[in-house]
Structures are given as C-alpha cells and as structure tokens.
C-alpha cells in the first residue's frame, strides 16, 4: 500500500527555536514537493526534492531527501510567527500502468507563538 | 504567467441547483488537475486531465462532470450535490504526466451545499 507518513501532526513551538517535520514514503521514489497551506488558503509550492541527497534551502526552511531512508525532512531554523502554517509533504509515484501521481502526506499543523 | 486562476472564489448552492466551477492557467501546462479538500485533511485527487483528455478519475459520483474545452480551461460541472460534498475544490497544473509532477494550485472555491 501506499503510504506518506508525516510526523509530527501537530507542533506548537516558540519563537526562535528550531525544529524538523519528517516525511517517511512507503514506495520507491525519488520525487518529492513540499507544500504550505495557510488557513482558508491554497497550497504555495515551497521545495522540489528531485534526487537522493538533493537539499534546498528557502529563508529559514530547509529540506532534504534520503531516497534510500524514503525519508525528507524539513527543518525550520529559528521559528518566527509568520511560518505558522500547514505543511505538506507529496511523493511522486509511478508504476508500469500509469502515469506519476501525488501521494500526499496528512499534513503537519504548525503554530508558532511569540 | 505563472498563475492558476478559479472561479468563484466562494459558492453556496441548494441540493437541486447546477453550477460550474472554472479553473485556467496560461503557463502552458499539459496536465490540470481537480481535487477536494475537506479541512485539516490532505487534498484529494478527484479528476486528472492530460492533453485535453481525462486520464484519471478517481471514483468521483457522476454528481461531478469534468469538462476540458482547451488546454488552458477545465471545468467542474456539479448538480445534485450533498451537503457532504462541502469543501475547498482545488485546480492544480503542472507540465505533464510524464516528468516531474510539481503541481501549481490555484486558489480554490469554497463551496457550501445547503
């Protein structure tokens, strides 16, 4: 079965700490997006992890992908208030009848407070 | 233009009425993309168009018809909706099937089934 396991689901952190959102896949691949979704919103397209070992780096978000761990982590360094959001981990996924589709992840509900 | 556009932004509709929801992108992509999302949840893939032509469908009740007049436009078409059916509905683009499959959203509906 397919399966994207993020954890933890919920987080509340303060200010200026740091912390990491991990994202494990239960199938080969070496394709993966995160996402942000703020409340009542869209999704903002945030990485593009497209090989193993391939790390990005945005302002204080940072992710990374392990393909043979089928792990990706993002990790925020020094936590400020406006990265309070939901984030998405998705994994490509292909097989010999179709075509890629997203398997995407329960989402990690992030609140940071002053 | 790196923008997918939906409308309405927010729709209430009866169990008895027929509406449309439209989704349009001119970035040139060849895959667009219908999905739900109930909320606290991940979005769910309804309807999955390439090159104009359904690709995927999701086991979607015939209550929701797909339509994609051209490459830039896709459609839902709802009739006969259930309270149940309430939620965000998202259009996503990306390139194609093929490659990579970072998908862009547009900013959803809101659609409330009375």
């Known amino acids: 079965e397919l399966k994207v396991e993020q954890n933890p689901l919920f987080l509340s952190m303060q200010e200026g700490k740091n912390y990491t959102i991990y994202c494990n896949y239960s199938?080969?691949?070496?394709?993966l997006y995160w996402y942000r979704q703020d409340p009542g919103k869209s999704l903002e397209s945030l990485f593009v992890?497209?090989?193993n070992g391939a790390v990005k780096q945005e302002g204080r978000l940072m992710a990374s992908l392990d393909t043979k761990a089928r792990l990706s982590t993002l990790h925020i360094t020094a936590a400020v208030h406006d990265l309070s959001a939901t984030y998405f981990c998705a994994v490509d996924f292909s097989s010999m009848d179709s075509n890629y589709q997203l398997i995407w992840g329960a989402g990690t509900k992030l609140i940071i407070k002053p | 233009d790196t923008e997918v556009t939906q409308t309405p932004k927010h729709l209430v509709m009866g169990m008895t009425n027929k509406k449309s929801l439209k989704c349009e992108q001119h970035?040139?992509?060849?895959?667009m993309y219908w999905y739900k999302q109930k909320a606290k949840k991940p979005p769910e893939l309804m309807f999955v168009y390439s090159y104009e032509k359904l690709s995927i469908n999701e086991s979607v009740p015939s209550r929701f018809s797909p339509e994609c007049p051209n490459s830039s436009l896709l459609n839902l078409h709802l009739h006969a909706l259930q309270p149940e059916d309430s939620a965000l509905y998202l259009c996503?683009?990306?390139?194609?099937?093929?490659?990579?499959?970072?998908?862009?959203f547009g900013p959803g509906t809101r659609l409330t089934v009375l």
């Open positions: 970035m040139g992509h060849r895959a």
């Open positions: 199938t080969t691949s070496d394709r």
């Open positions: 992890l497209l090989s």
């Open positions: 996503a683009s990306s390139q194609d099937l093929d490659s990579y499959n970072e998908q862009f």
